[in-house]
T-cell receptor, first 115, second 113 residues
Framework: NAGVTQTPKFRVLKTGQSMTLLCAQD?????MYWYRQDPGMGLRLIHY???????AKGEVPDGYNVSRLKKQNFLLGLESAAPSQTSVYFC??????????????FGDGTRLSIL | AQSVTQPDIHITVSEGASLELRCNYS??????LFWYVQSPGQGLQLLLK??????LVQGIKGFEAEFKRSQSSFNLRKPSVHWSDAAEYFC???????????FGKGTMLLVSP
């Protein structure tokens, strides 16, 4: 049982390049989330999805787009990467339930550097 | 909106000593409370959760936490720390009707020999 898998694990981009981070979960979870983690800032929610075909903005959505075409996958896109987007990105998923009463399961992260 | 405060950025504890990590939350109704641990280079792992009922909850790896409504706190404790407990610890709060959690900024635990 793989849980939450993030691809790639590391990436270096140049300013202005685009890329897509992939998150896949095999737990049949309804809810999926993208966070960024920066030193001293904790986890900040970028976007999330409460089901296939739905997405919503989190705390820091600017510069990112997401898609949830399949229940098991949640894609995070950077259209034009900026150095401020250098961070560690975490994907998480949860069963959903009646709201935020279910624990989130996390992937191991993607370390992204923008030069 | 809910918020979470972890007052201690770093804590150093001697191996074998007891540990208490503080977490204070702000939310009007009964919150859903979680503690997660993050080892270097890893994602977050759930230690324990509180939804309702007994205010003292037991988790994995010998951790426990106590919900105190009067103090808006959910402190994490362990009676005897092991060197392998060195990691960053995050408190998180959720609420009925919301789809997301709010995380604290984390407390880094260092364990000295």
């Amino acid at each position: 049982n793989a849980g939450v898998t993030q691809t790639p694990k590391f990436r270096v981009l140049k300013t202005g390049q685009s890329m897509t981070l992939l998150c896949a979960q095999d737990m049949n979870h309804e809810y999926m989330y993208w966070y960024r983690q920066d030193p001293g800032m904790g986890l900040r929610l970028i976007h999330y999805s409460v089901g296939e075909g739905t997405t919503a903005k989190g705390e820091v959505p600017d510069g990112y787009n997401v898609s949830r075409l399949k229940k098991q996958n949640f894609l995070l896109g950077l259209e034009s990467a900026a150095p401020s987007q250098t961070s560690v990105y975490f994907c998480a998923s949860s069963y959903g339930g009646t709201g935020a009463d279910q624990p989130q399961h996390f992937g191991d992260g993607t370390r992204l550097s923008i030069l | 909106a809910q918020s979470v405060t972890q007052p201690d950025i770093h804590i150093t504890v001697s191996e074998g000593a007891s540990l208490e990590l503080r977490c204070n939350y702000s939310y009007g109704a009964t919150p859903y409370l979680f503690w997660y641990v993050q080892s270097p280079g890893q994602g977050l792992q759930l230690l324990l959760k509180y939804f309702s009922g007994d205010t003292l909850v037991q988790g994995i790896k010998g951790f426990e936490a106590e919900f105190k409504r009067s103090q808006s706190s959910f402190n994490l404790r362990k009676p005897s720390v092991h060197w392998s407990d060195a990691a960053e610890y995050f408190c998180a709060v959720g609420a009925a009707g919301y789809s997301t959690l709010t995380f604290g900024k984390g407390t880094m635990l260092l364990v000295s020999p």
